[in-house]
């Protein structure tokens, strides 16, 4: 093979990175780490005791108010709109009837309700590129639960890159969700804080 050979084949290949090649990089990831890709940034971070005990909470609130079988998710990937996004909520609410894609994931566009707990290292990404995201994606009730500060913040109305609705109180204070479409009101007074 000649030099022009050679380039000639690397021509015909591309180095664009997908969210399939960079998860796979990534494999086996140990037990206990999460791993997400926001805007083609991979995070991974281990889960605080703080963290577990506030996505059990609000699990346990889905499972009281929809029952066993209502479709939950905690960590699992699912890709999402924009660069290279390939997320983990910590919980996400599937509407009734929602089927895995042709990869064997969930679908953005049966998401209900995300709830991302905040935790030191993924701060930036709750409050900063997930809001627009998932708004994009139209998840119609998106709650950010943050021990480090001992508040939580409810966006709601999504449209284009944003929500146009935003309710923020202390833990200790319900978050009232009678009006959407999750239909409950989530209790936060025994929400741990960092």
């Known amino acids: ?115 991302e707990v905040v935790s030191k290292n993924t701060a930036a990404n709750d409050y900063g590129p997930k809001p627009a995201t998932y708004a994009t994606a139209g998840v119609p009730v998106y709650l950010i639960a943050d021990p480090c500060t001992g508040k939580w913040h409810l966006h709601t109305l999504p449209k284009d890159d944003g929500y146009h609705g935003l309710v923020t109180f202390d833990f200790g204070y319900p978050v009232d969700l009678t009006a959407t479409v999750v239909g409950l009101t989530l209790e936060t007074d025994d929400f741990p804080r960092d």
């Open 1 to 115: 093979m000649t030099v022009v050979d050679d380039r000639i084949e690397m021509a015909g290949t591309s180095d664009e990175r997908t969210l399939d090649m960079m998860f796979e990089w990534l494999e086996p990831t140990p037990e206990g780490i999460r791993v997400e890709i926001v805007e083609g940034n991979i995070f991974t971070s281990p889960q605080p005791d703080a963290h577990w005990q506030i996505i059990r909470r609000i699990v346990r609130a889905l499972e009281d108010e929809f029952g066993m079988g209502v479709q939950v998710t905690s960590d699992v990937r699912i890709d999402f709109p924009g660069h290279l996004n390939g997320f983990a909520p910590d919980v996400a609410k599937l509407c009734d009837g929602a089927e895995k894609d042709e990869k064997g994931r969930w679908r953005y566009q049966d998401i209900e309700f995300v709830a």
